[in-house]
């Protein structure tokens, strides 16, 4: 009757053991897909303020589409806001990331000061004449699961002339 019972506790330790490693190969699997699957929505400045002798603030966002099963974690993303006329940058920054649930994309909003010490020329082309074409640029890194890290890239033109005349 010993034996039995022996036996018995071995096949539900076993069976418990198999549950959690199939558990845990099926999770990430899962998260794998969300995170090799995610994919840039939109960047984007939304508005111009603060226009003045010393510079313009640029408002935006970067959208990131979860096209997977599970949530994943965005750790952060770098940007940076270049000049079109002259290649330089004139602005960037991080923005921290957060959980982005599973089938839904999340939008993080960025604020960024333009000074006329960084690009004089160009933010006096925006005061004077209401044409300024800049370049939005950076990268997104997703954790993923050990090395299985996402970095998604993107670069997209805006004419902030639109948005201040």
């Known amino acids: 009757m010993i034996l039995s019972d022996r036996k018995q506790v071995k096949k ?3 069976l418990v053991l198999i549950l959690i490693v199939f558990s845990t190969a099926l999770y990430l699997g ?6 090799s699957s995610a994919s840039m929505k939109e960047a984007a400045i939304t508005s111009v303020s603060d226009i003045g002798l010393s510079g313009v603030t640029l408002e935006g966002e970067v959208e990131l589409l979860n096209q997977g099963y599970v949530a994943v974690t965005l750790d952060r993303i770098e940007y940076e806001i270049i000049s079109d006329t002259s290649g330089n940058e004139l602005a960037g920054g991080i923005i921290q990331g957060s959980t982005i649930p599973a089938g839904e994309s999340a939008e993080f909003p960025f604020s960024a000061r333009v000074t006329l010490g960084s690009s004089a020329a160009s933010a006096w082309k925006l005061l004077v004449s209401g044409e300024m074409v800049v370049w939005v640029r950076g990268k997104a890194y997703i954790d993923g699961p050990w090395i299985l890290d996402q970095n998604i890239e993107f670069n997209k033109s805006m004419d902030l002339g639109n948005m201040v005349r």
């Not at 899962?30 to 995170?35: G, K, P, S």
């Open 12 to 14: 539900a330790v076993s």
């Open 30 to 35: 899962l998260y794998y897909h969300a995170v």
